[in-house]
């Protein structure tokens, strides 16, 4: 594997791991500080203005990184086809203000979240002009990375200046606002270096929106059954079911990050990998990636299984474990999303099947919309994440047959072995401490990281290849 690509991932890592390490401390702050209700608040507008943020950035960004990756050795021509995107983004952009807009007056279930929608989707704007798809094309990722840590530091400072009651879940909003938006301002003077960008009308509409409105389509599936449990459960039963579930998807998407943040890094490479056909770089970089979601997944699904209440408490307390139930049956949507992951963002996406992750989304989405809305006003919270569950696992189901045969993976049996050993200690470390010390906050912190250090001495004493391949990489640039 190219230095570039392990550089990329090591960057990228850091920028997820911090993805989780800052939820570890604004996340308990702010579910103690706001409580249930508002928290269910601030995730109930989110979800309105994800759905006008799904509209306003198509499928530009998946497709801008596929295609600018194919012309980043040319200033010129990356310069022309990024100003047609940032150009075709902003005008889809000013569409779905407006339909917010009328959203907001037509609307009157929304009448008390107007305030927060609106200091929500200011976000919107500054994504588009922000165009965070160039530094991951030019596999920018060190930059992105001290960025993000920049901008995370400054929201938590702010955070705890300004959040210390519960009326200040607006103010919050606007602190996440500024965290988010201040990196794509920075961005707009950044990517001068890249070429230059422009706005124009000469935009070549015959080329671009095909592929972009395929993959708009495939990501408005996508994201119809990730909020639709959201939004229903927040109609049926109110802001406290919706604050304890979120506590459940937080959770979950911190971890999902994670592990997919390879995708991002490999993605460049293996579009134009697919482009010119070369399967041994194809499967090497397949392999590559496959190997880091089972070396870090494996052993976060087992974690969130045998340490689920300890979790819970210390992201967000006491109040928040009703979310128990729900937090394990999610783990079984993450194994799916993990693999259905894989499959969809580093192999059919790169090259260029995106109406059979079509297909299968419209077709799970339909699935988890319905058993929504029949379950949910029965099962509440733990039959959103079911639904999720069943999506997740439908969508691999369905899309597993159309991978292209020429793609193989070698040694799956050495890659399992290591973290399938690690993860029985983690739960027989579970277990134990389950019995002697049942949900005792502090002493559970500590099982969880003497279950890590386990992990990882056992990675390292069974030889395994994609650990063994990073500890050395460390251990030359520490000689040096």
Known sequence: MSVSVKKNTIFNTIKSVLSIIFPLITFPYISRVLLSENVGKLNFGSSI??????????????????????????????????????????????????????????????????????????????????????????????????????????????????????EDYITYAIISLVASSGANIVNIFYRRHYCKTRLTFRVNFRRHLPPILLLFSMIISQTIYCNSDITILGLIKGDKEVGLYSTAVKIYNIVNTLIMSVATVVIPQLSSAFEKKEYDKINNLLKYSLNYIIVLGLPCLVGINAFTIPIIKLLAGNEYVGASIAMHILTIALAGSFIGGFIGN????????????????????????????????????????????????????????????KIRISNMKDMLFAPVIGCLEIIIIGVISSILIGNNLPVAVVAITISAVAYISTLILLKNEFAMSFLQGLLRRLKK
């Open 49 to 166: 203005v994800s759905y006008c943020s799904l509209f306003a950035s198509l499928g530009v960004s998946s497709y801008a990184v596929r295609e600018c990756s194919k012309v980043k050795d040319d200033k010129k021509a990356l310069g022309k086809l990024s100003s047609e995107i940032i150009s075709l983004n902003l005008m889809s952009t000013i569409i779905a203000y407006v339909v917010l807009a009328v959203l907001l007056i037509v609307a009157k279930p929304l009448a008390n979240y107007r305030l927060l929608i609106i200091i929500q989707s200011s976000s919107i704007i500054f994504i588009t002009l922000g165009a965070d798809w160039l530094n991951a094309a030019m596999e920018d990722f060190g930059y992105i990375t001290i960025r993000t840590i920049i901008f995370q530091i400054l929201s938590l400072v702010l955070m705890f200046i300004f959040v210390h009651k519960q």
């Open 346 to 405: 580093t192999i059919m996406i790169p090259s260029g099947k995106e109406k059979i992750c079509l297909r299968v989304s419209i077709i799970s989405a339909l699935v988890n919309i319905v058993l929504n809305l029949v379950f949910i006003p029965w099962f509440g919270l733990n039959a959103a994440a079911a639904t999720t569950a069943v999506s997740e696992v439908l969508s691999l189901i369905l899309i597993a047959p159309y991978i292209d045969k």
